[in-house]
């Protein structure tokens, strides 16, 4: 099962909205709805910020938001924050026989 | 709040094994799926498996089911990777993970631990 694929980069100024692509394969986000993205500051552990490809778990900022068409999930950050500047995941579940898959990152930073 | 603590970093040599530890507080352990993931520097994250204590299930990447062991202590609420046959490219952080296993989502991290492979 390969990475699902992410743009390596994608930067914006403070205040501007940014959009982070999450392309996956029929088998994975293509039919599942357990779509997470997740921030990882260096040094530190992921965070999870989105569960089921639109939900925000509880004190994640409504500044970030996932939506999903296709194979295709994304996520998206409003109002840019210099603290929003991290590396991000997608993650989908695959099925019983490859369970999850991670996306191959994205930086991202805040000009 | 959900804890996960994992022991520290360890260094070994090629072809040898290396086990490492994520101690659970603050949840319920033996249902819960405790996964592992993988993250060598500069590198994104690879799932490796997970286990759920109460049913002595356990689920392997395709990529590592040769050389890993998941077990648990559900007496100590400890979830435990054992990885074998170690080689240069399995220098990595490991992070522990809770699953919650309605939404698919990965809820609760371990610090991490690091181990490096050297000869």
């Known amino acids: 099962q390969s990475a699902l694929t992410q743009p390596a980069s994608v930067s914006g100024s403070p205040g501007q909205s940014i959009t982070i692509s999450c392309t996956g394969a029929n088998n994975d986000i293509g039919i599942f709805n357990f779509v997470s993205w997740y921030q990882q500051h260096p040094d530190t552990a992921p965070k999870l910020i989105v569960y089921?490809?639109?939900k925000r778990p509880s004190g994640v900022s409504n500044r970030f938001s996932g939506s999903k068409s296709g194979n295709t999930a994304s996520l998206t950050i409003s109002g840019l924050q210099t603290e929003d500047e991290a590396e991000y995941y997608c993650c989908s579940y695959a099925g019983t026989s490859v369970a999850y898959v991670f996306g191959s990152g994205t930086k991202v930073t805040v000009l | 709040q959900e804890h996960l603590v994992q022991s520290g970093g360890e260094v070994r040599k090629p072809g040898s094994s290396v086990k490492v530890s994520c101690k659970a507080s603050g949840g319920t352990f033996n249902d819960s799926a405790i996964n592992w993931v993988r993250q060598a520097p500069g590198q994104g994250l690879q799932w490796m498996g997970g286990?759920?204590?109460?049913?002595?299930?356990?689920d392997y990447a395709q990529k590592f089911q040769d050389r890993v062991t998941l077990t648990a202590d559900e007496s100590t609420a400890t979830a435990y990777l054992e990885l074998g046959s170690l080689r240069l490219d399995d220098t990595a952080m490991y992070f522990c993970?809770?699953?919650?296993?309605?939404?698919?989502?990965?809820?609760?991290w371990g610090q991490g631990t690091l181990v490096a492979v050297s000869s």
């Open positions: 089921e490809v639109s």
């Open positions: 993970a809770k699953i919650n296993r309605v939404a698919g989502s990965f809820d609760f």
């Open positions: 286990i759920i204590p109460m049913f002595e299930r356990t």
